[in-house]
């Protein structure tokens, strides 16, 4: 089934019935609308499944080529069709992005965004973009991935789920279930609360400032594990490290830089911390976070990955 044929007719979209053809012009302006106005859920929706701004970006290119090509008057629902396109092109670039990674040098991290308050008052739509939950999605396969983001991060139906990722409706439940399962295996126990958050990132930042080994001991868990992404650009640790007693100091020469280089931010969602040295954006740290401690430190040093760290980025559910 086309993308045109799923959109229109009993599904999600239907004819105007008027026989009447519609000026070229106007029909422009009213696709233009109708995608400026979903532009932002739609990057979300792509950015979620690729973890990549910049695929994120193409993938709405590719998506307005083919919304412009559609006569708006023909479809019922603009915002669910617009989904299931964004969603299509997106499965076709996680494919790319898979082959790119195979050749990618040391850990792949998600490319990070400088986001709004607003994103993360939304804690569902903050979780969900976090650094932690972005690597979570990665051990998902393609379909499975989408399948989840949307339904349970957009709350999208089956059946406009099934049309979108190509699968029957029996299908498309089955995966959920699964990658449901899958998740909720692999993301961190209970819900952090935003005090609890910024007391240990804070707690993180002074021990970092003052060099206190045992202190950055005592805030990273036993079992925490570093990520750092340079991409073989950017110096980085080229496997992950795990435990406290590798870690710590590792973060503690973080202090080299000085504490004004060192700040907070908000960073897809949730706080971290932002390396900037002589004005520009050097490192990006992610924490993650459970029972108070971190349990996760994702450093992203890839030039090629900080260029939206300069202006705050609107995602929306």
């Known amino acids: 089934m086309s993308e045109r044929d799923s959109g229109a007719g009993a599904g999600t979209g239907t004819g105007t019935g008027t026989g009447t053809a519609e000026p070229r012009g106007s029909r422009v302006d009213v696709a233009t609308g109708a995608f400026v106005a979903h532009r932002n859920l739609l990057f979300t929706v792509a950015y979620e499944m690729l973890g990549s701004a910049a695929d994120a970006e193409d993938v709405l290119q590719e998506t307005w080529l083919r919304w412009a090509d559609v006569d708006p008057g023909t479809v019922r ?7 299931r396109i964004t969603t299509r092109q997106a499965l076709a670039r996680l494919r790319t992005l898979a082959r790119r990674k195979e050749s990618y040098v ?6 990070p965004l400088l986001t709004a308050p607003d994103v993360a008052e939304d804690v569902e739509l903050a979780d969900s973009v976090s650094m932690a939950m972005l690597l979570v999605l990665e051990t998902l396969t393609p379909t499975e991935r989408a399948v989840f983001v949307l339904r349970e991060v ?17 299908a498309v439940r089955q995966i959920t279930h699964r990658a449901r399962a899958h998740v909720a295996a692999r993301r961190p126990r209970g819900t952090v609360s935003a005090a609890e958050t910024h007391a240990v990132l804070e707690a993180f930042r002074q021990a970092v400032d003052t060099g206190d080994l045992r202190g950055l001991l005592g805030i990273l868990a036993p079992d925490v594990v570093f990520l750092g992404d340079g991409g073989g650009i950017a110096q980085a640790a080229p496997e992950p490290v795990v435990g406290a007693g590798r870690v710590a100091p590792l973060a503690a020469g973080l202090r080299r830089f000085g504490a004004a280089a060192l700040r907070p931010a908000l960073v897809n969602g949730c706080p971290a911390l932002v390396l900037r040295l002589d004005g520009r954006v050097d490192t990006v740290l992610a924490l993650r976070i459970a029972d108070g ?8 040093r890839n030039p090629e990955k900080l260029s939206r760290m300069d202006q705050e980025i609107a995602l929306r559910r």
Not at 156 to 170: F, P
Not at 293 to 300: D, E
């Open 106 to 111: 040391g850990p792949w991290l998600p490319e």
């Open 77 to 83: 629902n603009p915002r669910a069709y617009l989904v």
């Open 293 to 300: 401690r971190v349990t996760g430190l994702y450093a992203v």
């Open 154 to 170: 957009f709350g999208v139906e089956y059946d406009e789920i099934a049309e979108a990722v190509g699968k029957s409706l029996a």
